[in-house]
Every structure is written in C-alpha cells, then in structure tokens.
C-alpha cells in the first residue's frame, strides 16, 4: 500500500539553526506532493506543494522543499528558524489522478529562543 | 482569507449515540473531504464528495458513516452509533479543483465515552 514516512518524530532547535525535515513515499507513479503546518491549537495549513516543473519548491515564510524522483523524498528545509516556528509539520502525497492526501505520520518541530 | 469552519470544536457524546459535525466549506470550493486524527496517530482520509454525491472513501468509512449537503453551505459528517474507537479529531477540508490543494478547517474533537 502507498505511505509516506517521516523519520523525524521529535526535532529540538536552536533559534537560527537550520532545518531539514524528511520526507520519503512509496509509489511509483505520478504523484502531487504538500507539507502542511499545524501550530498548537490550529489548523493545517498548507505551506508548500509540488506538483511538476521546478523541483525546489519556495513556500511560505522562507520554507522549501526540493522533490528528488530518484530517492521518493520531499525533503523540507529552512535556511534559519525562529521560535514561532513551533509545530507539528506533516507531509503528504496524493496519487497520480486522485485527491485523496496520504499524510505522514507528522514532525513536532520545538524551537527555543 | 476564507476559512473552512467547523463546528462544535469538541463534542462529548455516548457510545452508541449519533453525532453529526458540521462543517461550512469554502463559498465557491467543489470538493468537500473528511479526514480524521486519532491521538498520536496519522491524519486519516475519509470520504471525498463532489457533485453531490461521494467520490471515495476509505475502509474506515463504514456503514456508521454517513456525509451529506444539504443546502448550499453546509456540509455534514453522521456517525450513526459512536464507539469508543471513534474518539478523534475529525477535520472538513474543500478545494477549488482536484489539483488545487485544500484548505482544512480547526477540527471538531470528538470523544466518545
């Protein structure tokens, strides 16, 4: 069955360091692919997506993603992050011609100041 | 910005009663979908609706599980006879087109005791 994983479960940060969060899927056809951000008591927001073309993809607040084929990885990265980056961070993939979004498992993200 | 508004943000109900949580997608969105997020687990697909009338559902959406819209806004979510394995938070999303990305609502935590 399709799944996404992310090895990330708990990722503790100084503010200024950088970020890299992973993101890796099983299926090996066409898909789309999205990070969502939940910050506490809210709800999922979409941050980036990719669907074709370039395969670094620039999202909100300085966040990217780059999709490498090759390794079904949709990494997302940030240069430098600060506290109100704080969240739980969830990626997700639908399958070539349906909507349906099959979600990781989610990354808490704890950034200190 | 528009929002995907849901309501109550927390419901307590009995095992074995009926709950319906409500859901106000976006005005001019076409596809409506339910996911769920059970404590510490994945955000699970539901249903998906489009046209009136469900396009997909997951094994979870069992014969308890019912989706309707019944006038022009709202967009509900029956579970006809909780169980305790029910407890979740249920999220409403909708979107413009299959390729255009959701927007997700806050969530309506359902416990079931």
């Known amino acids: 069955a399709q799944s996404v994983s992310q090895h990330n479960h708990h990722v503790i940060l100084s503010e200024a360091a950088s970020l890299e969060l992973g993101c890796n899927y099983s299926y090996g056809g066409t898909v789309n692919l999205f990070w969502y951000v939940q910050y506490p008591g809210q709800h999922l927001q979409l941050l980036l997506k990719y669907f074709s073309g370039d395969p670094l993809v620039k999202g909100i607040k300085d966040f990217e993603a780059e999709f490498i084929k090759s390794k079904f990885s949709f990494n997302l990265r940030k240069p430098s992050v600060q506290w109100s980056d704080t969240a739980e961070y969830f990626c997700a993939v639908t399958l070539h011609n349906t909507d349906k979004l099959i979600f990781g498992t989610g990354t808490r993200l704890q950034v200190f100041p | 910005e528009p929002e995907v508004t849901q309501t109550p943000s927390h419901q307590v109900t009995q095992m074995g009663q009926e709950v319906i949580l409500r859901c106000v997608p976006i005005?001019?969105?076409?596809?409506f979908y339910w996911y769920r997020q059970i404590l510490g687990q994945k955000v699970e697909f539901l249903v998906s609706f489009y046209n009136n009338e469900i396009s997909e559902k997951s094994e979870i959406f069992d014969d308890q599980f019912s989706v309707e819209r019944p006038d022009g806004s709202n967009f509900t979510l029956k579970i006809r006879s909780t169980k305790l394995e029910d407890s979740a938070m249920y999220f409403c999303a909708s979107s413009k087109s299959k390729d255009y990305g959701y927007t997700f609502g806050s969530g309506t935590r359902l416990t079931v005791v």
């Open positions: 005005s001019n969105h076409l596809y």
